[in-house]
């Protein structure tokens, strides 16, 4: 009787599997038509499926009906093929399963970018790349140096002279033979009997770099023959900047010092009246020295 019940049961396993059919295919690149390795196959609305052999064929057992399959793989459009019949102990198969690559269609990128002209690396690229003989001082080497003014960080430029604390003069040559512009702009001077500007007026915070041209070209200005000098200014930041600075200072003599003498002038010291209400004890002897009363019509 056991041996019985162990072939009822193999017939009957062997009759469901007979139940089933299969889905059987090879898929195929577009493009070259040559076989994909790794391609998932899924049954529409199940996680039912499988991946293609080293040859691009798969095989998946479902029990008979209609399905669709969905065919996708990294870079390649998917599809998706539908009303594929399966019956029940036959083999379904799928022939010429071609997966295109995918493509996407980008718009135009355009990348802009400004040339660094702050440091003093850019401005010897400047000199080494011009026709003029040039020299001048970046803001990177202002920042070091810690000039206030326009005008005190040209006095480090080679070949620059300072006249009255104010006006540039280039190859120790006068101010009617020296120029200087803003942004290579020609700009009137504060003194109408002067041809150069006064540069104190010139926070460095505000300059890129200064740049001297000790010879002509075509694009500069004919009313200069000593030198011409370009303050070039920054650019309006993209964003608020806001810089914050705190600084304090320490007095030995005075501050943390229980011997120092303070000034005892009472309550009108802030109006400007030297009267004394109390008198005045010195901390170290103990004597009481009273202030003398000033008149405040004297003060007056």
């Known amino acids: 009787m056991r041996h019985i019940g162990i072939v009822i049961l193999l017939l009957i396993s062997t009759f469901t599997y007979a139940q089933k059919g299969t889905i059987r295919g090879t898929v195929y690149e577009g493009s070259t038509g040559e076989t994909l390795v790794g391609v998932s196959v899924i049954l529409e609305g199940t996680y039912t499926g499988a991946s293609t052999d080293l040859d691009g064929k798969f095989s998946i057992d479902v029990d008979p009906g209609t399905y669709g399959l969905q065919i996708s793989f990294i870079s390649f459009q998917p599809i998706t093929i539908s009303d594929v019949v399966v019956k029940p102990g036959e083999v379904t198969l799928l022939n010429n399963i ?29 000199k080494r790349n011009s026709s003029a003989m040039l020299d001048g001082i970046s803001a990177a080497k ?13 006095k480090r430029v080679t070949g620059v002279t300072i006249e009255g604390g104010k ?3 280039v190859r120790g040559l006068g101010d009617r033979y020296s120029k200087t512009t803003l942004n290579n702009v020609d700009i009137p001077g504060l003194d109408p009997d002067r041809n150069s500007l006064q540069m104190d007026i010139f926070p460095t915070n505000l300059i890129e770099n200064m740049m001297v041209s000790k010879n002509f070209t075509a694009d500069m200005p004919a009313d200069f023959t000593g030198g011409l000098m ?15 600075s705190v600084s304090t200072s320490y007095n030995p003599d005075m501050h943390f010092n229980p011997d120092y003498l303070p000034m005892m002038a009472g309550n009108w010291i802030f109006w400007g009246w030297m009267m ?7 901390p170290l002897a103990g004597i009481e020295y009273p202030y003398p009363t000033v008149d405040t019509q004297m003060l007056k």
């Open 167 to 169: 006006y540039i003069y």
């Open 276 to 282: 004394a209400p109390e008198p005045y004890r010195l």
């Open 230 to 244: 370009n303050v070039e200014t920054k650019d309006f930041p993209e964003e608020k900047i806001l810089n914050l």
């Open 98 to 126: 071609e997966l295109n690559e995918s493509t996407i269609q980008l718009q135009d990128v355009v990348v802009s970018a400004r040339a660094l002209r702050n440091t003093e690396a850019a401005l010897q690229t400047i």
């Open 142 to 154: 202002i920042g070091l140096i810690g000039d206030a003014t326009a005008v005190e960080a040209a």
